[in-house]
């Protein structure tokens, strides 16, 4: 009995001083909340040793689902190409620890690849990492913070939304037409979220009316800004029925009915695209101007 209540009192003694003392790193951390994938795969891209270093750091930690909801051919490039996992997870650590309480929405955050920015947002008091939701925040570890994320942050956005779009053929009209309403630069600043129009939107236009559009820089530019709200609204930050103000001042309204989001009459058809300046639906039908 003596002896039960020595060792009793003993572990209660480790167990205090683990949590005082928070012996565990990021990775243990990570590793203990189940982000086995991630583990191993920081390992292969020999990011461990940085991270069980000094930090402190900040570890956006997906979980083993998240990984597995990457498709295919993705998680087959990533396991294939070192060079790509590295920035790939590179760019789910930042350094600081953050809590969420020090967080702000469309704050960006240095990833431990320099050149690129994690993207915060706070919809409704959740925290998001580049579109990622944050299942689980605040994990303390002795060398920063861990949260675990509902997906992988991928791909990484590199480009703006006018470099972006311009490499998506099936956004050439668009980007056309902000090349002819001169809102190239302006749509570098941001960050914004767009409703991008593909091609076969802007076929659907009556006859006639794309060429006025592009022959009248005050309308073009009205309809176009129509099509712009600042800040970063990822498809998880919209709801049912909101009315979203524009660039144009115009709103636009949000409905969602299963997993099908439109706006206004147009359906967005992909979701989430992230630009390094906000992020990008892209959506089936021009939006119209209320008159
Ligand atoms: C985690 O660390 C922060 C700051 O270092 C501290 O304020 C907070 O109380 C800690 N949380 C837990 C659960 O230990
Ligand atoms: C151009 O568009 C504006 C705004 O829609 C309109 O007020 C104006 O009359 C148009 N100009 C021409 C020349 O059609």
């Given at each position: 009995?003596f002896?039960?209540?020595?060792?009793?009192?003993?572990?209660?003694?480790?167990?205090?001083?683990?949590?005082?003392?928070c012996?565990?790193?990021?990775?243990?951390?990570?590793k203990?909340?189940?982000?086995n994938?991630?583990?191993k795969?920081?390992?292969?891209?020999?990011?461990?040793?940085?991270l069980?270093g000094?930090?402190?750091?900040?570890?956006?930690?997906?979980?083993?689902?998240g990984?597995?909801?990457?498709?295919?051919?993705?998680?087959?490039?990533l396991t294939?190409?070192?060079?790509?996992?590295?920035?790939?997870?590179s760019?789910?650590?930042a350094?600081g620890?953050?809590?969420?309480?020090?967080l702000?929405n469309?704050?960006?955050?240095?990833?431990?690849?320099?050149?690129?920015k994690?993207?915060?947002?706070i919809?409704?008091?959740?925290?998001?990492?580049t579109?990622?939701q944050?299942?689980?925040?605040?994990?303390?570890?002795?060398?920063?913070?861990v949260?675990?994320?509902?997906k992988v942050?991928y791909?990484?956005p590199?480009?703006?939304?006018?470099?972006?779009?311009?490499?998506?053929?099936?956004?050439?009209t668009?980007v056309?037409?902000?090349i002819?309403?001169?809102?190239?630069?302006?749509l570098t600043?941001?960050?914004?979220t767009v409703f991008?129009?593909?091609?076969?939107?802007?076929?659907?236009l009556?006859?006639?009316?794309?060429?006025?559009?592009l022959?009248?820089?005050t309308?073009?530019?009205?309809?176009?800004?129509?099509h712009?709200?600042?800040?970063?609204?990822?498809?998880?930050?919209?709801?049912?029925g909101?009315?979203?103000?524009?660039?144009?001042k115009s709103?636009?309204?949000?409905?969602i009915n299963?997993g099908t989001?439109?706006?206004n009459?147009?359906?967005?058809i992909?979701?989430?695209v992230?630009v390094?300046?906000?992020v990008?639906?892209?959506?089936d039908t021009v939006?119209?101007?209320?008159?």
């Amino acid at each position: 009995m003596f002896i039960l209540l020595t060792m009793y009192k003993q572990f209660l003694f480790l167990l205090i001083v683990k949590t005082v003392y928070c012996q565990d790193n990021v990775l243990d951390v990570a590793k203990n909340l189940g982000a086995n994938q991630l583990v191993k795969l920081l390992q292969d891209a020999e990011l461990s040793s940085v991270l069980k270093g000094k930090g402190p750091f900040t570890l956006f930690a997906p979980t083993d689902k998240g990984f597995s909801a990457l498709p295919a051919d993705v998680l087959d490039k990533l396991t294939k190409d070192k060079t790509l996992l590295k920035q790939v997870l590179s760019y789910h650590a930042a350094s600081g620890a953050k809590l969420s309480s020090d967080l702000t929405n469309d704050q960006l955050l240095e990833s431990l690849d320099n050149s690129q920015k994690i993207r915060i947002n706070i919809y409704d008091g959740k925290v998001f990492a580049t579109g990622s939701q944050v299942i689980l925040p605040d994990k303390n570890a002795s060398n920063g913070v861990v949260h675990m994320l509902n997906k992988v942050i991928y791909p990484v956005p590199t480009e703006n939304v006018v470099a972006l779009a311009s490499k998506t053929p099936e956004l050439s009209t668009l980007v056309y037409a902000i090349i002819r309403g001169k809102l190239e630069k302006t749509l570098t600043e941001g960050p914004f979220t767009v409703f991008a129009p593909n091609n076969a939107a802007f076929q659907k236009l009556p006859p006639g009316k794309l060429s006025d559009l592009l022959s009248n820089e005050t309308a073009l530019v009205d309809l176009l800004t129509y099509h712009v709200v600042s800040g970063t609204v990822y498809s998880a930050g919209l709801k049912d029925g909101m009315e979203v103000p524009t660039v144009q001042k115009s709103e636009v309204r949000i409905s969602i009915n299963g997993g099908t989001v439109k706006v206004n009459d147009a359906t967005v058809i992909q979701a989430d695209v992230s630009v390094s300046n906000g992020v990008i639906h892209v959506i089936d039908t021009v939006l119209t101007l209320p008159s």
